[in-house]
């Protein structure tokens, strides 16, 4: 039973869905933050298989640019799951090839530039193409996940949603958006930090170092907190607020949890998951949807959260220990 889950759960994982899924519920919470339309559109099924798409295709490429030795030892599970890989990679394809003649030309033109500077990103490091590759320019990796995500989940978005939504407004989402996704990027920069140093990808924690790194995100955490003030001045609530300050300090006793990170879970589900986590509390104002049922109150939502993360902690810790 527990190798069962344990399948399950890494399936899960290296299929991107959690990530996909954090694509679209930010993009929610863009509308949410700017009380506008909350419903599902065809641009949030672009955004999804567009996520989905992106990630395996990056994993694809990169394990292709290996060796076939060190394939096996880099890349277990797409090794030993290379049909799964490209059903993973192909079907968000049929879903970004239909969504896509079914969104407005503002959210094509978002789309196609954010896309092309996602496949450049994602160029392997190795071969002709690595010349093209962005993230061999020295501290360009964190920014452009940044700033990609930003233009997706907030952008895009805007562009599709059918409400007019002051420039203020767009402003403050998109930073606090940058803000929250720089931290996170800088987490995981910190953790291919061997890695980016073999492929001489100049990173943040490469050139200055894991305490420098970590305070950093604390900074970074601190102007998403105030920039969520912000904007809970523009749309005279307090939800945005609220809900930063909570994913803020999560994340803060995250960053300098070095038990946490022994786990291997700790990258996927716990950093990924915060970005669902968040979107759910900005979300929460939708009462038809999710409403006083799931989120009654902040206190109630982060001690459910809570809850659920502990679940989950164990579960992998317990499932890691009998690896």
């Not at 500077?117 to 452009?144: E, M």
């Not at 420039?167 to 958006?177: E, Q």
């Not at 102007?223 to 523009?234: E, I, K, P």
């Not at 949807?289 to 317990?318: D, E, H, M, Q, R």
Request: charged letters at 10%.
């Amino acid at each position: 039973m527990n190798r069962l889950v344990n399948s399950f759960i890494t399936g899960l994982l290296q299929s991107n869905l959690i990530m996909a899924s954090a694509a679209v519920l930010l993009a929610l919470a863009t509308a949410a933050q700017a009380v506008a339309d909350l419903h599902l559109h065809a641009f949030h099924v672009l955004i999804f298989g567009a996520c989905l798409a992106e990630y395996n295709l990056h994993r694809l490429l990169k394990f292709y640019s290996h060796g076939i030795i060190q394939r096996t030892l880099n890349s277990k599970w797409i090794a030993g799951n290379l049909i799964l890989s490209w059903i993973f990679f192909l079907a968000p394809l049929l879903i970004i090839l239909v969504s896509f003649f079914h969104v407005n030309a503002e959210v094509k033109q978002v789309f196609l530039i954010s896309g092309f500077v996602t496949l450049l990103y994602s160029f392997p490091l190795n071969g002709w193409l690595g010349y093209l590759s962005l993230r061999k320019v020295p501290l360009l990796k964190t920014f452009l996940v940044a700033l990609v995500w930003s233009a997706v989940t907030v952008l895009i978005p805007v562009a599709g949603n059918y409400t007019e939504i002051p420039a203020g407004h767009i402003s403050w989402i998109f930073t606090g958006r940058f803000l929250l996704i720089f931290s996170l990027a800088l987490l995981f920069d910190e953790r291919d930090g061997d890695t980016d140093r073999k492929n001489g990808i100049k990173t943040i924690p490469n050139i200055y170092g894991r305490n420098v790194t970590q305070w950093l995100v604390v900074l970074l955490l601190v102007l998403f907190v105030f920039d969520s003030l912000v904007g809970a001045n523009l749309n005279g609530s307090l939800y945005p607020f609220v809900s930063a300050f909570l994913i803020a300090a999560l994340l803060t006793f995250l960053t300098f949890c070095n038990r946490c990170r022994t786990n291997s879970y700790f990258y996927n589900v716990f950093l990924d998951g915060s970005l669902i986590i968040y979107s759910l509390m900005v979300i929460r104002r939708m009462v038809s949807v999710f409403g006083k049922l799931i989120f009654p109150g902040y206190p109630f939502s982060f001690l459910f959260i809570t809850i659920v993360y502990g679940n989950f902690y164990s579960l992998a810790a317990g499932n890691q220990c009998q690896r």
